[in-house]
């Protein structure tokens, strides 16, 4: 009998994103509407590189956040890609005059907030 509820593991694809100069390298942007985040899917497929998470707060505060981020790293690994060098996640980034991190959660790089001090 399975153990979780249908609930928990709802997932919804709430965008995508096309490469403009390689269109098959779609990635889809999910909601998982148990652990309230939303996820990327098609990083790891593409560019074998972990998919990035981020909270449904954040996408809430500014819903072009989320898009604007992937478009980013997006473009990054794809160069990264193109031109034969090493990708690696920044542990920070800015997009639209704010600061993010990026950590390492597992199975996924999740996206937060820089705290300022």
């Not at 790293?73 to 997009?95: C, H, W």
Request: net charge negative.
């Amino acid at each position: 009998m399975p153990t979780d509820t249908p609930d928990q593991g709802t997932e919804t694809i709430i965008a995508s994103i096309e490469n403009q100069a390689d269109p098959s390298q779609r990635i889809d942007i999910k909601y998982v509407q148990g652990e309230n985040v939303f996820v990327t899917h098609g990083i790891y497929t593409h560019f074998a590189e972990k998919e990035i998470a981020i909270p449904g707060h954040l996408v809430v505060m500014d819903f072009q956040l989320m898009g604007s981020i992937v478009s980013e790293i997006l473009e990054k690994l794809s160069r990264a890609r193109d031109g034969e060098t090493t990708f690696e996640y920044a542990p920070q980034l800015q997009v639209l005059d704010k600061v993010y991190t990026l950590e390492d959660e597992g199975e996924y790089m999740m996206l937060r907030e820089a705290v300022s001090e």
